[in-house]
């Protein structure tokens, strides 16, 4: 047997529902992703907006950028680490989430 609540009832959870905050927008992320070119590497830097962002160990090729905001313009390249010295920037690669 199916009951219905009262209209009172239903009336108060349809404003009390009205008044709930709007949940907040999806997180925007860039992924960036990276092949080296070198073969066994120590390491990659990489930077964003010409910033470092962290040291990458070799075995990580790519990265999930978290701290962006809509509309920004961010720019990574990746420097290769051989024997303690950068090898030149990769190619710049930019985004706008």
Known sequence: MIRFA????????????????????PAHTVTVEWKPSEPGPERFNLYRNREPVFPVPVSVTSFIDTNVTVGGRYCYDVVV??????SAPSNTACAIP
């Open 6 to 25: 009262s209209v009172a009832f239903l009336a108060a959870l349809l404003s009390a529902c009205q008044q709930m905050p709007a949940p907040p927008p």
């Open 81 to 86: 680490i051989e024997n303690g010295i950068d």
